[in-house]
């Protein structure tokens, strides 16, 4: 323990002193007008590397500082501000806080070594030093998130971080799009925000304090309706941030707006940051709460997850794409969380650990591998300066590194063995499905329906990859862009290695991991949680399903046997292969040309005549007229699809906002009598009614 | 040389007759009358401050007494004769508010304001001292000049319904606790003067810009 008592401070020092060194020193390198081209250049590129190497550094920091309390087993705490008018503030690192922060670390270690590369492009073009320093505030402020342990604190940083998200989405400002899309992530974060501090002030006026600890005493002594009153309130503020059907649409505009190390931080990680505050009120200040929390939660996980996928498919813009599928990802950790609800109010706490483990496995997965395919489409993006992959194709050749991270990502967050997506679904199928253990109707009911479900958003997340890797890195380049793309730098790729390897290793050795986490959830239910007993560390079982045990080794080796032993086969039945050199088939043509292969749209066509209801797509087809035998029509082909909530329930919201404000403008007539005159009536009504 | 009950009724007395000069901004249209009316109305005010310093010992009234006199009764007002004669805006024309119902309703102001005040002073005990009167008076002065702020248009209406009111909040500083202490009323002289200024010079250049000093037209800022 020895150890443990001394180094967190140390590590805590190293985080916060590196995030803001780096967010301050890149700023004393803005460029120098009076030195020449080359100096100023070198200048400014001397300053952003200081800032990204601190970055680094305070992200080691946090990894160091998570993983001390994670193993130490007790919270580090500091407490300072005595003399606000608030109470004292406090940053309290428990086994919750610590797992967030390692993945918000981690993350930012390997963004931070691809941000040396990456924005090397922005040099001379851009203030690259305000993005630095945004840059470090915004890590800085994410793990402050989570370390805080008031809920002074917590609103402060959290508003910091809506607020940087924001600079860091208008970075690339006078694209109209983005300031569009940054407009709408302030207005819908702030809605959020709202809903947050009615959420802490109705919890402090239990507690009477501010402090989470207070919180968590008074937690048996909060009446029902009000329970449900914060539980709304939370799921409602948190979810804005987590990007939940339907409160989404703010991030796949978001998303693809901001630099992609950004967005590789956005969706890895800061949507997050709405997951985290969920499990912090549900199971940290709430008791367990009716059944319907959790149906409710399971419902909206649901229609996430395969509203998110669906409308990937019909994307083409490659970080829109991914944004879309960030949805779908938080659809399937909610459901992780849903289901612990769900458990936790029948009082079965075996259960629901295994289902929060789920959750958060789930969460580190998810910001390992969409971390990634973000770093991998910014790669892409930089080498070929497009987003819309029916412009790419054949960079297989030209990124072959990209293309091997890119493809790792893919097969992780489509679900396939050994990678780690498959085993955080597995675990969220696993706790689904020992909820038929509950002998209640709803529950059974639920159930089902969420697995199915799951796996049809598997399947198709499993085809939009397909789509997305095949368009943009198979067949022959579809534009001049994608000819003369080159490969990306090398701490880009090395950015891009680390992730990978961690998305193979955190799913063939899943134990490591899970025997980390299992402390967080046994933080909220007790012993009894750790209901993943890891044999090995290649064997997960679950206790009480029956043969419900999974070995990503063995079946790594099976899918191998599988592809291999067809070859072996027909290799001794038919002999020696023989190879045939010759032109590829052009459909009756000289050549196979670009324009003739499938193309993004054509791939998903199916999917969306089955989800037409959905979609509710609309083409036009236009020919030109001049038709001549000789020369070939121009055919124009436009395919739109609505947004039902966009139509249904935001423009509503809209437009009654502004028919209110119009009235409400009446009362600013401009003339300064009538700002007396309510002033005096105000007061003569206050001297005859408020005596 | 006077007895206290002699001194009071002259305070009673004045303060009286500023709340009549403040009717009688309100009953008339000519700009360069408000300015007189004005005048006479802080010289009055001036002579309550004397009053109080004489009477009752309060040697640092006889400060504010002065400036009174000096500010508010003779440089103020010519400062803002010499604004009228400039802009040649003699007569308010269009009122928000006609006279007829203005003087109705600062009469119920009046009663609202001794309304307001009766309930207060018996609580406190006070119904012996000049302030017992006093006290309702200085309340309808100060409604009374946000009144005209409110039914008039023209700038320097503005500027002479502000500087009743603030008249209002020094007859009722005096006749409560006999002065506010030095510093404050010096403090609340500047900031009148000072305000004077500007809203002269402010006056001065709408006139220019517009042609006119009807704040009607002023309303920009709402588009």
Redesign the interface.
Known sequence: MGYSLALPGFYFALLIGGFSFGAVVSLFFVRSNNANELTSQFVIRLGKNLGFGFSTLASLGGCALSLSVLLAGSPYQLEFGRTLPFGPLSINIDQLAAFFLAVISFLGIAVSIYSFGYTNEFVGRRNIAVFVFLYNVFLLSMALVVMAGNAILFLIVWEVMSVTTYFLIIYEHEDSSSRKAGILYIVMTHIGTALLLVMFITLAGFAHSFSFEAFRHVRTQIPPSVNTWIFLCALVGFGMKAGIVPLHIWLPEAHPAAPSNVSALMSGVMIKMGIYGMVRVFFDFLAPGPEWWGILVLFIAVASAVLGVLYALMEHDLKRLLAFHSIENIGIILMGIGAALLFSSFGSKTLAAVALLAGLYHVLNHAMFKGLLFLGAGSVVHATHTRNIDELGGLAKKLPWTMFFFLIGSAAISALPPLNGFISEWLTFQALLLGFDIPDLAVRLAVPVTVALLALTGALAAACFVKAFGVTFLGLPRSAHAEKAHESSFSMLFAMGILALACVAFGIAPGIMISLISRVTSSFFGESGSALSVLNVGTLTIPRGAGSGVSPLMLLSLLAGLIIAPIVVGFVLAGKIRTRTAMIWAGGLEKVEPRMQYTAAGFSKPIRMIFSNIFRATHEIEISEEMSAFYKPQIRYELKTESIFQKYLYAPVRQTTIAAAKIVRRI??????SY??Y??IT??LL??FA? | MFDTQTISLGIEILAATILVTTFLIVSSRSLMFYVRLFAIQSFLLGLVALLVAVGFGETHILIAAILTIVVKATVIPIALSKVIDKIKVRKEIDF?INITTSLLLCALLVI?ADS?AR?ILEAQRMSDLAVFKVLPMSIAVM?IG??I???R?QAVS?IIGLLTMENGVFLSGLSITYGMPLIVEVGIFFDIFVAVLILGVFVFRINQTFDTIN??T?????H
């Open positions: 600013q007539t401009g003339h300064i009598q007396l005159a002033i005096f007061l003569i001297l005859l005596r | 928000t609202l307001v309930p409604m946000l009144f702020m409110i039914a248009k503005q704040v009607d002023i309303r920009r800022l709402r």
